[in-house]
């Protein structure tokens, strides 16, 4: 009897699941920033990818699988879009002789082209879960993983690119000269770099940067959206591939414009600074990608 009791005893509860750690605010994320490019700087090599993916499993314990069949219908709908994209968008007049004028001024322009998009200031107004570096307010630092994600573009596509061409809603980023000189060093023949000023030239910059673009007046907002299709049409008609934004439609929309013109799925074209799961994989940035897990 007190055996068979005893095998009737519940089981013991299991013990708690450690909480998660809290993410680290802009100030640490730049100190691990600065100790990572110092370790490369000085030969140190980066942490090991073993020690990396413990760091991403405790900073993204929370997270929660994808959905795979999700995925596979987003894939073919992208398809879609791509082949249809030729059909279903024609510039107005005034679009193309926007994108007319903009030929003209780029004409020189060296290929292989990668579009770059550091999408900034509206994501912190609409409360999207920022990445570190889509918060941080240093060039260097929010540059971090896009400046990898070039490399990676080489490497994965196995060319050396001649232009960079560089989508920015964040004035500061746009006008400060550090960006060229960053970008241009990620690539591996030290690549031209062209700036869109679609959100500098006849913009109230201040008010842009700290409200984003639904606060601009209606004109100025007409004005910047106007040049920066025309940036985009441009750029993807000889543009190879994307590094950019997955949550902007900036870098979807190029990413589907040169799938149309080289009628491809638009997910192959482009890699993405907020896909979490990108960045784990991919080479240059696996032992990074626990730096910029989203803010709570």
């Known amino acids: 009897l007190r055996r068979g009791l005893r095998l009737q005893q519940p089981p013991p509860e299991p013990?708690?699941?450690?909480?998660?750690?809290v993410p680290e605010k802009e100030e640490a994320f730049g100190r691990c920033v600065e100790l990572q490019l110092r370790q490369e700087e000085l030969g140190g090599g980066a942490p090991s990818a073993?020690?990396?993916?413990?760091?991403?499993?405790?900073?993204?314990?929370?997270?929660?699988?994808?959905?795979?069949?999700?995925?596979?219908?987003?894939?073919?709908?992208?398809?879609?879009?791509?082949?249809?994209?030729?059909?279903?968008?024609?510039?107005?007049?005034?679009?193309?002789?926007?994108?007319?004028?903009?030929?003209?001024?780029?004409?020189?322009?060296?290929?292989p082209m990668l579009i770059v998009h550091a999408?900034?200031?509206?994501?912190?107004?609409?409360?999207?879960?920022?990445?570190?570096?889509?918060?941080?307010?240093?060039?260097k630092h929010t540059l971090f993983i896009i400046t990898r994600l070039i490399k990676a573009a080489e490497r994965l596509s196995k060319q050396s690119f001649g232009t960079l061409f560089v989508i920015?809603?964040?004035?500061?980023?746009?006008?400060?000269?550090?960006?060229?000189?960053?970008?241009s060093h990620a690539g591996a023949?030290?690549?031209?770099?062209?700036?869109?000023?679609?959100?500098?030239?006849?913009?109230?910059q201040a008010?842009?940067?700290?409200?984003?673009?639904?606060?601009?007046?209606p004109e100025d907002r007409k004005n910047m959206n106007l040049a920066l299709v025309a940036d985009i049409m441009w750029a993807a008609g000889r543009a190879s591939y994307v590094v950019g934004n997955g949550k902007s439609g900036v870098s979807q929309a190029a990413a589907q414009l040169i799938g149309a013109r080289l009628k491809m799925d638009p997910?192959?074209?482009?890699?993405?600074?907020?896909?979490?799961?990108?960045?784990?994989?991919?080479?240059?940035?696996?032992?990074?990608?626990?730096?910029?897990?989203?803010?709570?």
């Open 15 to 21: 013990e708690p699941e450690p909480e998660c750690p």
């Open 50 to 111: 073993g020690q990396a993916r413990e760091d991403w499993r405790r900073y993204n314990c929370s997270a929660q699988a994808k959905n795979l069949n999700y995925l596979i219908l987003q894939s073919r709908m992208a398809v879609f879009r791509a082949l249809l994209f030729d059909v279903i968008f024609k510039p107005t007049p005034l679009l193309q002789a926007k994108i007319n004028q903009v030929m003209q001024e780029r004409a020189s322009a060296p290929g």
């Open 119 to 139: 999408r900034r200031t509206d994501k912190n107004q609409d409360g999207a879960k920022l990445m570190k570096q889509e918060a941080s307010h240093d060039t």
């Open 168 to 183: 920015s809603d964040d004035p500061k980023l746009v006008l400060d000269k550090n960006t060229a000189t960053i970008l």
């Open 189 to 204: 023949k030290k690549p031209v770099v062209l700036v869109s000023r679609a959100g500098v030239d006849h913009i109230d």
């Open 207 to 217: 008010q842009l940067a700290k409200g984003g673009h639904w606060t601009l007046k």
């Open 267 to 296: 997910n192959y074209l482009g890699l993405f600074e907020d896909d979490t799961t990108l960045l784990e994989c991919v080479r240059e940035t696996e032992d990074v990608a626990w730096l910029v897990e989203p803010e709570a």
